[in-house]
């Protein structure tokens, strides 16, 4: 994979990165407004969703820290 390469499937990565950090704060928001009205059976499911949401973030970041590792190894 040559540099230009590198740095587009990065930006793609970190354009998703900050997407999911906008879901992110979507979904505690909606955790917020479930925990104030005590609506447990949308809380399970909101719960569930920044669960899913916060681990396609740190999959993301680990893509992300992988590609660094490759643009590093072949600045060498």
Do not use: C, H, P
């Not at 950090?21 to 569930?48: P, R």
């Amino acid at each position: 994979m040559d540099i230009q390469e590198l740095k587009m499937v990065m930006r793609g990565k970190a354009r998703l990165s900050r997407g999911l950090v906008n879901l992110l704060k979507d979904d505690t928001e909606q955790i917020y407004n479930d925990v104030n009205v005590f609506d447990v059976v949308s809380l399970e499911e909101a719960i569930g969703d920044t669960k899913r949401t916060a681990q396609q973030l740190q999959d993301a970041v680990t893509d992300l820290e992988y590609y660094l590792y490759l643009a590093k190894k072949d600045a060498e």
